[in-house]
């Protein structure tokens, strides 16, 4: 407890901001097995729980002094645990597919239905990510906005949860409910937020089951992991710095198993119980992280 009271109160004192996904020196900063694993693994566990990965990995590097992994790196753990949501999802996904291809016949079906709400849901986020990207850059990546949005974004998350009905399955969402799904998931480029954790609360506040909740945003995640993959990737590309080695390889084979594993106890649990054990989490990582950085120095 020492060493980490120690950690964070460097982190409280420090004039320095986080620089999560500033590519290292070819794309890799990321060098031994170790290393590899505790990111795919913290990646793995924490995308598709409502206390956003993207803040934990930026915790985890600098909690264990890791160095950042590269853009490569991000890709590729983020590529397993797409692959995690198409295996899980299949039936979802292969019903998707039919639905498109029944679509180039000239025929609406559910399935092209679903594949239209999800395409609606994505279009705030990428213009969302294409403003922050031109104004804003990293600078929200730094403990203090992590703190505060880990702490505060529990709080709706609690009361929607709480309070809204519990009815709704995917096939009763319209056009303006995706819309809002979507305008829901681009406040999630702020780290701290949780993609998965701001959709899920939406799709509370607009009375639908939890499991339906978490199914739709994690069929959101498909689009807005493989558009990034792959402008990212392209980018990378073009650039000469993109190489698949042993440690991508083994990034996308550990995030992938533990999404895996995550995925189906995430879903038995919410058919059960409440979201209340990851608010408590966030209040609890919330408040231990604005203590590292309003008093750690003291």
């Known amino acids: 407890m020492q060493a980490l009271r120690a950690t964070l109160g460097q982190w ?32 793995g566990v924490t995308e598709f729980l409502p206390v956003s990965s993207h803040a934990h990995l930026i915790l985890t590097r600098h909690l ?21 949501v198409l295996v899980y999802y299949w039936r979802d996904v292969w019903f998707i597919a039919g639905g498109l291809v029944r679509l180039l016949g000239g025929r609406m079906t559910p399935g092209a239905r679903l594949f239209g709400l999800i395409v609606v849901a994505t279009i705030p986020a990428v213009i969302a990510g294409f403003v922050m990207t031109k104004t804003v850059g990293e600078k929200f990546n730094t403990i203090p906005v992590i703190a505060w949005m ?21 096939e009763h969402m319209t056009v303006p409910q995706a819309f809002a799904m979507g305008i829901a998931q681009s406040i999630a480029l702020i780290p701290g937020v949780s993609r998965s954790g701001i959709t899920m609360t939406a799709a509370r506040v607009m009375g639908f089951e939890r499991t339906e909740a978490v199914k739709f945003s994690l069929l959101m995640s498909v689009a807005a992991i493989a558009g990034a993959a792959v402008f990212d990737g392209l980018d990378l590309y073009r650039q000469g710095n993109f190489q698949i080695g042993n440690d991508l390889i083994l990034g996308v084979t550990v995030s992938f198993a533990s999404a ?11 058919r059960r119980a409440t979201f209340a054990p990851f608010v408590i989490y966030r209040l609890i990582l919330g408040a231990i992280l604005l203590t590292a950085v309003y008093h750690g120095g003291s």
Do not use: K, N
């Open 12 to 43: 409280g004192s420090s004039e320095r901001a986080l620089e999560a996904r500033r590519p290292a020196p070819e794309g890799r900063g990321v060098v031994t097995f170790s290393q590899i694993v505790a990111l795919a693994v913290v990646q």
């Open 64 to 84: 264990l002094g890791l160095p950042d992994g590269g853009l490569t790196f991000d890709i590729a753990v983020h590529v397993g645990t797409l692959g995690a």
């Open 150 to 170: 880990t702490l505060i974004f529990a709080i709706p998350l609690y009361l929607a949860d709480r309070m809204c009905m519990t009815l709704r399955r995917i």
């Open 260 to 270: 895996l594993i995550v995925i189906p106890l995430l879903v038995g649990w919410l």
